[in-house]
Structure formats: C-alpha cells, structure tokens
C-alpha cells in the first residue's frame, strides 16, 4: 500500500509536470504502470495573482487551504505543491491545514546539502526572488545563495509569467537565461535552483552553465518516497 499524494496546483505547466514524475518514475520502484494514488486541485491561477501582487499572503495562504481541504475529503494522506512563490504564504497554510505538506524549498536544499553545493542561484518569478522562500531553507543548512539583479529579476519574471505558465517556449528564453545563470557563475554560485516550476521547460543540466536543481522533479521524487515510505 501506497500513501495517497494530493498536489495543490497553481500554475498548469509545473503542476503537470510534477504529476507526470511522480506517475512515471514510481514506476521504476514499484513495477511497470504502479504509481501512488493521486489527486490534484487548481483554483484559476489569476486568483493567486491578484493576491501575490496586492502582497496578500493571507489571500494566497486562503486559496492553498481550499485546495487542502478539497484534497483531504478526496482521501489525500499528504500535500505538495509544485509551485515555489506561493511558498511564500506557507507558514500561514501548515498550523491550519487538514493534512501534512512536504515544503517545495526544503526539498531543494536539503537536496544541495546532500550533494555538497556551497552557493546557490536563485532564478523563479520577481516575487520568489525577492522572497525568503529559499534563503530560509539555504540559511538553515549553511548554504549561500544568490539572486539575480532587479534588471534580471523583471524579464526572468516576464518570461515565466508571460510566456511559459502558457506553455510558450521560444529560443531566445534559453539564451536570456544562460546569460543571467553565468553572471551567477562568475560570482561563485556552484548550481542553480530552477525556482520556477516552469523553468525545466526550458532549462536541465544539459544547457544551463551551471548543474541545476530541478525543484519540480525534485518535489515529486520527495512525494514518491513519503508515499512507498508508508507503513
């Protein structure tokens, strides 16, 4: 028996994108076409926007709960949610939620500890970057971090929020991106958080300059273990 992952969606391209690893890599644990049990519950995106611009984090922090308690009358066991600015609103969303969450950041850094990284990049929407979503999680474990400049920060956020949570992928997003990971380079980052649930659209190991922490893959690989984990 497998525990019963419920995803809070917010943004489609991310949340598809964790539902299909964690439905096509527990295959290689559990047997051919095994995976856990689960269910996923979107509000329309623009709601979470709407907050995240008027620096509503009890607005977002609302939505999340909805989705929660949507999820854990469907028979959820525990919670993720492949979308790393609404992190933001987590400390709000974990004392009054029905069920237990893994923390999309938590993952990450536990993750670059393990693998013996000194000084992330921080790349995902202006209001993820600007946030302390992953400086919390890096400071906890003794890792250095680095966020774009506010020129980078502006059109990395216009390319996700305009172009890829649609889907759109362009070749110019990769090279605007290579540049703003190698400016981080130069200035001692060892790795690249992809702070976006959509920048593994565009971005892996294969073509960023520095290795990549993919926080999508990341998250579902965590939720596949909590879930065959179970007693």
């Known amino acids: 028996m497998t525990q019963h992952i419920g995803i809070v969606a917010c943004s489609a391209e991310g949340a598809a994108l964790c539902y299909r690893t964690i439905c096509g890599e527990a295959a290689a644990v559990l047997g051919p ?3 856990p049990e689960v269910s996923m519950h979107t509000h329309s995106l623009h709601r979470y926007v709407e907050c995240l611009d008027a620096g509503d984090l009890d607005g977002v922090a609302g939505l999340m709960l909805a989705s929660a308690d949507k999820l854990a009358r469907c028979g959820a066991d525990f919670l993720v949610c492949p979308d790393n600015t609404i992190h933001q609103a987590f400390a709000r969303v974990a004392p009054r939620s029905p069920r237990p969450w893994l923390h999309i950041a938590e993952v990450v850094a536990r993750e670059a500890a393990a693998r013996g990284l000194r000084r992330i990049g921080i790349l995902g929407t202006h209001w993820l970057v600007a946030s302390e979503v992953y400086p919390e999680q890096f400071a906890a474990r003794g890792l250095a971090w680095q966020r774009p400049s506010e020129e980078e920060r502006a059109e990395v956020g216009r390319l996700i929020m305009d172009e890829l949570v649609y889907g759109i992928v362009r070749p110019q997003q990769l090279g605007y991106l290579q540049a703003v990971i190698a400016r981080m380079q130069s200035q001692g980052c060892d790795a690249v958080v992809l702070g976006c649930t ?34």
């Open 33 to 35: 076409h095994r995976h």
């Open 198 to 231: 959509e920048l593994p659209l565009v971005l892996d190991d294969g073509n960023s300059p520095l290795p990549t922490l993919d926080s999508t893959r990341l998250l579902a690989r965590a939720a596949i273990r909590r879930a065959i984990a179970a007693p």
